[in-house]
């Protein structure tokens, strides 16, 4: 029988689906219905249920304003960071042998293990009016609970994972091969990192940092332990729409929700682009 032939048989085969898988793939769409369409309708109606006008206002109030602009700041001041921290991370785990290396891979995962909530009752342990910092934060008028650093510092704890994860897998399977070649033609570690490492990695580093933004902007366990919920000060938009949410003032919440459901829209499109250059990188990796 002919290669033809064969992949005739096998497309008729994959046309004719059992009863078994209909009733399977039924069951995903009503579930993916159910769980994620269904809300997201009622989140567009509701939020447009009294018309484009009484939207643009709700998203212009200036308590919105200040908790878009806060959100944006704690995920440009958080993404950055993380990044060069997961890149770190993941040099020194995959690159490197040394004492402390699997604590450091499970320190790493341990912000998927911890409440959110958690976290931020640990920083308010911390920094709060009644730790043991206290007294040194007060001499030196430094606020950082109930403040923009304290929800700095919750929202890179809650985003820590994402970059390293995605790097991890990737540089252990690339090996060191390229970077020791790299060395015996008389390459510097930083020479190394930017000329060979960095390139090989660059659109699981992108991948990473778009799931890393994603976390950030929708965070809000930790974020509302932290902020104190003070109106046009610690409030991010999930915090804001809580508050409207609380307030009964349902139509408003809606409408801030579209506007960070546009923001989610976003990361998730260049979330598939950067997945789709990963996908062919990996696939032109295991061709070479």
Known sequence: ???????????????????GAIVLIAIAWAVFAVILLLPLYMVLSQGLSRGLEYFWDAIREPDAISALKLTLLATAISVPLNMVFGLAAAWSVTKF???????????????????????????????????????????HDLQIVYAVPGIVLATMFVTVPFVARELIPLMEEQGSTEEEAARLLGASGWQMFWHVTLPNVKWALVYGVVLCTARAMGEFGAVSVVSGHIRGYTNTLPLHIEILYN?????????????????????????????????????ADRED
Not at 117 to 138: E, K, M, N, R, T
Not at 251 to 273: E, G
């Open 97 to 139: 042998e040394f004492r402390g290396k699997s604590l450091l891979v499970t320190l790493i995962d341990m912000p998927f293990s911890v409440s959110p909530v958690v976290a931020g009752l640990i920083y308010v342990l911390l920094f709060g009016s009644q730790s043991f910092l206290a007294p040194f934060l007060d001499r």
């Open 247 to 283: 307030e009964y003032n349902i139509v408003a919440a809606f409408s801030v929700a579209i506007l960070l459901l546009v923001m989610a829209l976003v990361v998730l499109l260049l979330r598939q682009w950067s997945e789709a250059r990963l996908s062919r990188q990996l696939q």
């Open 1 to 19: 029988m002919s290669l033809a032939t064969l992949g005739a048989a096998s497309a008729r085969a994959s046309a004719r689906r059992s009863p």
